[in-house]
Nanobody, 114 residues
Framework: QGQVVESGGGLVQPGGSLRLSCTAS????????MGWYRQAPGNQREMVAR??????FYSDSVKGRFTISRDNAKNEVYLQMNSLKPEDTAVYYC?????????WGQGTQVTVSS
């Protein structure tokens, strides 16, 4: 059974940076589209960034500030978050998707506050 586990969340001041990591197991990682989503209190879960085989996509709210990357040899995907804003505060979830199969992590909290 596939599994993805996030790490790297925490508390950071506005303007700061964080790097999230997601480790996958039980799946053919290189074949999956990997994504980062987030959900703030009272809001729906939204897509932040995703990466396929050489292609990336970002939501307008993070474009130019966040970078998604993957290491297929390590079964890992990363989200480098720079110039963080209070509105980036949310639980961030890792997602692995291939056709009808989809896996979600438990989430990691990111709080941007002074």
């Amino acid at each position: 059974q596939g599994q993805v586990v996030e790490s790297g969340g925490g508390l950071v001041q506005p303007g700061g940076s964080l790097r999230l990591s997601c480790t996958a197991s039980g799946i053919i990682f290189s074949r999956h589209v990997m994504g980062w989503y987030r959900q703030a209190p009272g809001n729906q879960r939204e897509m932040v960034a995703r990466i396929g085989a050489g292609t990336t996509f970002y939501s307008d709210s993070v474009k130019g500030r966040f970078t998604i990357s993957r290491d297929n040899a390590k079964n890992e995907v990363y989200l480098q978050m720079n110039s963080l804003k209070p509105e980036d505060t949310a639980v961030y979830y890792c997602n692995a998707k291939l056709h009808q199969a989809e896996y979600w992590g438990q989430g990691t909290q990111v709080t941007v506050s002074s």
